[in-house]
């Protein structure tokens, strides 16, 4: 018999899960209703949570019901779960040449900012676009034309909803591959919509960063510092790969079973730099429970105060 897969059919916890000083989650699924996310965040040991409010290999959208919004609201403030962040659909290309391709993407991105806007999201991730077929410098025109016909008459900046430019994993063509080309975009599309940056640590180390030894850690976080600000990123995607440095491949690995091992993420979940970030796994299921695992590896990676690490054995001696 197969193991279950989905927390939500597994007994809920007794206890609360324990928290860090960091807010750590993972992209959850939004099965059965978007609105059942945010249980099984809070479940998997989560503070903070990614979700897609669409199926996000097709264009058509999911109708999501006020009744819908207003469960989420009510789970998320029972939980403190906070920040929510939607990964918008992998087939947008907002830098697309081809006609039907573009109209298609600003139809789709436009779905994503209503339903951003009704589920109260903090923060939608968007990944840059491809200019295959013409120059880079059209490539950041025709985005920043998308963005302004996609958001048209939207109100984010009163939603309190923020774009938030990912950097890639360094594909050709890809208008997000480095920190500049990410600067760049928060730059031509600030006139338009209330954007930051999300920087993605498999993506980082693949587009050829070093994020693993403590020389290139301290190098890439200013270098990142000085191309968008540190205080611009405000989610972290923690990853890690299954590829080497350099080697642009984007295939995401289990927190510490990858090319980039623990010791980094050690490293940015304690840097006081960003401690005001939310760092969100978006790893692999390969067996259930990985999940779990995976926000366990992280938070586990927090470097707790004394009282705080004094309540957490104190519980633990509690629930036996
Ligand atoms: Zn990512």
Request: hydrophobic share 35%; glycine share 8%.
């Amino acid at each position: 018999m197969a193991r279950e897969h989905d927390i939500l059919k597994l007994p809920a916890p007794k206890e609360p899960p324990y928290r860090t000083s960091r807010r750590i989650g993972i992209h959850t699924s939004s099965a059965g209703g978007v609105e059942n996310s945010a249980e099984r965040a809070w479940r998997l040991g989560c503070s903070t949570f990614q979700i897609f409010s669409s199926s996000p290999r097709q264009w058509k959208p999911t109708v999501i019901t006020p009744a819908q919004c207003a469960a989420m609201q009510r789970l998320r403030a029972k939980y403190d779960l906070k920040p929510l962040v939607i990964h918008s659909n992998y087939l947008i290309n907002m830098a697309a040449v081809t006609p039907q391709f573009y109209a298609a993407s600003i139809r789709s991105f436009r779905g994503e900012v209503e339903r951003g806007l009704a589920l109260r999201a903090d923060y939608l991730v968007l990944r840059p676009g491809s200019f295959r077929g013409a120059s880079r410098a059209d490539g950041l025109a025709r985005t920043a034309m998308a963005i302004e016909q996609a958001t048209e008459g939207l109100d984010l900046q009163g939603g309190g909803l923020t774009i938030l430019i990912e950097n890639s994993a360094g594909a050709e063509y890809s208008l997000g591959g480095s920190f500049d080309q990410v600067a760049a975009l928060v730059e031509v599309l600030k006139t338009h919509i209330p954007v930051q940056a999300c920087i993605d640590t498999c993506h980082t180390h693949v587009s050829g960063h070093d994020i693993v030894s403590e020389e290139g850690y301290e190098a890439t976080l200013k270098e990142l510092d000085t191309a968008v600000g540190l205080k611009n990123v405000p989610v972290w995607h923690c990853n890690d790969a299954k590829a080497a440095c350099g080697s642009r491949l984007d295939r995401h690995q289990h927190i510490g079973k990858g090319t980039i091992g623990l010791e980094p993420f050690r490293r940015l979940l304690n840097d006081p730099r960003v401690a005001h970030a939310a760092f969100i796994a978006e790893t692999p299921i390969d067996e259930p429970g990985d999940d779990t695992r995976n926000v366990e590896a992280l938070k586990s990676l927090v470097e707790q105060s004394a009282p705080a690490q004094r309540k957490q054995r104190s519980r633990n001696q509690d629930g036996g």
